[in-house]
């Protein structure tokens, strides 16, 4: 069987394909849990690889949970309530947070429907850029269920409160378009130049220092729960190690070398 997870280096940038098209790319099981918690580890442990660009294969983004196995009572939806339990802390829950603490910049490439966890994964990401197919869902209520992994979280961080209670409460899908006046997609791009439009959007980040870009989004991630002292106190300290590197002392000199603007 094709990896759930295909990855692919173009240079500093790797993509990152969610590969079950047939099953909507819906995260199935403890190896596909394992799969993007690993291409978590190796970015992360790789000072090259500056931007992620994450995608679906084929018509959707990620159908979230397998509903065939919540049916069946299989997989990770097996067990007890306790067991169910465990299942999600020990699993899909590692997602959140291996994504949470990935320095490394993640641009969401939604090509199609991010349903349920699907949506709270695209949320996980930096920034989010859409096709005009792509719809989003926080529809856990329509099967009876809560956001088990992390989307009461993540969701009225990127779009507010009030809008992530109206999607989160009543379940309803809302397109691309209104994704974009929630915020929820930085654009909307034609289907057949989404991925291309990620990569440059990829470039342009990755044209600065890797260091930089890296310490930059956990000032972003740690500011989202931090008093402004303390965050003050990190920022400096952050700012510290940046002005010992020899980026920043090229980047400085480039600059004052530059010929000025009349």
């Not at 759930?4 to 190896?31: P, W, Y």
């Not at 978590?40 to 065939?68: E, H, Q, S, Y």
């Not at 309803?172 to 057949?192: F, M, N, Q, R």
């Not at 990190?234 to 600059?255: I, R």
């Amino acid at each position: 069987m094709d990896p759930f997870l295909l990855i692919e280096r173009e240079d500093d940038i790797v993509i990152a394909t969610l590969n079950r098209a047939e099953q909507r790319n819906a995260i199935s099981s403890g190896a596909d849990i394992a799969a993007i918690e690993q291409m978590c580890a190796d970015v992360a442990r790789d000072p090259t690889i500056k931007v992620v660009v994450l995608t679906g294969a084929g018509r959707a983004f990620c159908a979230g949970g397998n509903i065939k196995d919540m049916a069946a009572r299989e997989g990770m939806f097996a067990g007890t309530p306790f067991e169910i339990r465990n299942n999600y802390r020990e699993g899909i829950q590692r997602i959140p947070v291996a994504l949470y603490e990935l320095e490394v910049p993640i641009i969401a490439a939604v090509n199609g429907p991010a349903v349920g966890a699907g949506l709270d994964l695209a949320c996980m990401c930096d920034i989010r850029i859409c096709s005009p197919r792509a719809m989003f869902a926080e529809s856990f209520v329509k099967l009876g269920l809560v956001p088990g992994d992390g989307g009461a979280w993540l969701l009225p961080r990127v779009i507010g409160m009030a809008r992530a209670s109206i999607m989160t409460l009543t379940g309803d899908p809302i397109d691309a378009e209104k994704a974009l006046e929630y915020g929820l997609t930085s654009t909307i791009v034609p289907e057949d130049e989404l991925l291309a439009e990620a990569r440059a959007l990829a470039r342009r980040i990755a044209a600065n220092p890797g260091h930089a870009t890296r310490l930059a989004k956990r000032l972003l991630r740690e500011g989202q729960d931090m008093k402004l002292g303390p965050l003050l106190e990190l920022s400096a300290a952050y700012q510290a190690l940046a002005h010992h590197t020899a980026d920043h002392h090229n980047a400085v000199a480039a600059m004052l070398a530059a010929p000025r603007q009349k």
